[in-house]
């Protein structure tokens, strides 16, 4: 089983940056598919980017040349680099398998994108 870790989540500005950090443990970390996904209260957990072993990469429209996702299987870690931050991009992100692997849900990390 993978458990999971995300950090670097903070409030930001609108036009600005953040780098978000998922720490995984687990021996199978490496065979996944990972995910960067969000959620806004009352509103259904939805996936922002994902990337596979071979680096292959997946972004939702309203991110896509803003975001970049990014793995490194040494350290078990994805990263998710957001810039040009904008107020709708306001969600709590988690990092998980694609599929989600239900059980391995971390706490998330809140980015708030305000003036």
């Known amino acids: 089983q993978v458990q999971l870790v995300e950090s670097g989540g903070g409030l930001v500005q609108p036009g600005g940056s953040l780098t978000l950090s998922c720490a995984a443990s687990g021996s199978s970390f490496q065979f996944n598919t990972m995910g960067w996904y969000r959620q806004v209260p009352g509103k259904a957990r939805e996936l922002v980017a994902s990337i596979s072993r071979g680096g292959n990469t997946y972004y939702r429209d309203s991110v896509k040349g803003r975001f970049t996702i990014s793995r490194d299987d040494a350290r078990n870690t994805v990263h998710l680099q957001m810039n040009s931050l904008k107020p709708e991009d306001t969600a709590r992100y988690y990092c998980?398998?694609?599929?989600?692997?239900?059980?391995?849900w971390g706490q998330g990390t809140q980015v708030t994108v305000s003036s």
């Open positions: 998980n398998s694609l599929p989600p692997i239900q059980s391995s």
